[in-house]
């Protein structure tokens, strides 16, 4: 493996734990509207995809496809989600200081996420406080939400480091498929919301169980 000298994380379910507050959300806005809610274990699969796809997930079939549906149901999730993002989000054990540790190497670091983009900057400045990151960036205008490697080849190109010479860690297959596509290191995390088969068949190089492992593969 070449030296690496960029790291970038998704966001939700790889440095954050934020199924509750997700999830959470969802289902007050799924209530208001008399349609059945979902466990976080259900969550944790409707999520990685973006926004909008969560919310067709989470509808019933019947009206998940109505596009005015999605819509109104999508704007009250968000609203929502901007009481609730920090209720009971929080980084998981030991990512801070993997990241302290990563800085510490000389390494950048930064964060893609599908997530919307000012929700994405939110969770980090609030929830991971004074970690320097090179770029955080979530689901904006002009940039394909991954699984395309648009997002990342792009930070990788601002920030001026090849993509073999990134690592890309994540918990889901989106995240494993972007690197892959990137031709970055694909690592994918075990404490998030997928599981470990899925990463494998999606082509994680490595997979990593705590956070610490990661500072030893860069």
């Not at 969560?54 to 901007?82: F, K, M």
């Not at 792009?154 to 010479?165: F, L, M, P, T």
């Amino acid at each position: 493996m070449a030296n690496i000298e960029l790291v970038i994380f998704d966001l939700d379910g790889t440095l954050l734990d934020t199924i509750e507050d997700l999830g959470d959300s969802v289902n007050e806005v799924l209530r208001q509207r008399q349609f059945p809610e979902h466990s976080y274990r259900d969550y944790r699969e409707y999520i990685g995809d973006g926004m909008e796809m969560l919310i067709r997930r989470a509808l019933p079939g019947a009206v998940a496809s109505d596009p005015e549906v999605v819509a109104e149901v999508l704007a009250d999730y968000q609203v929502a989600y901007g009481r609730n993002w920090n209720n009971k989000s929080r980084p998981y054990d030991g990512i801070p200081e993997c990241l302290d540790r990563l800085t510490q190497k000389g390494l950048q670091l930064a964060v893609l996420s599908n997530k919307p983009d000012h929700f994405t900057r939110l969770c980090v400045s609030e929830l991971l406080p004074g970690i320097d990151f090179a770029m955080v960036c979530g689901d904006r205008e002009g940039i394909a939400r991954k699984p395309d490697p648009g997002g990342a080849l792009a930070i990788a190109g601002q920030i001026g480091v090849d993509a073999e010479r990134t690592l890309f860690a994540g918990d889901s297959n989106v995240d494993i498929t972007t690197a892959v596509s990137a031709g970055m290191v694909p690592v994918g995390v075990l404490w998030g919301f997928r599981a470990e088969d899925e990463l494998r068949a999606a082509g994680a190089l490595h997979l990593v169980s705590k956070p610490d492992e990661i500072v030893d593969l860069a």
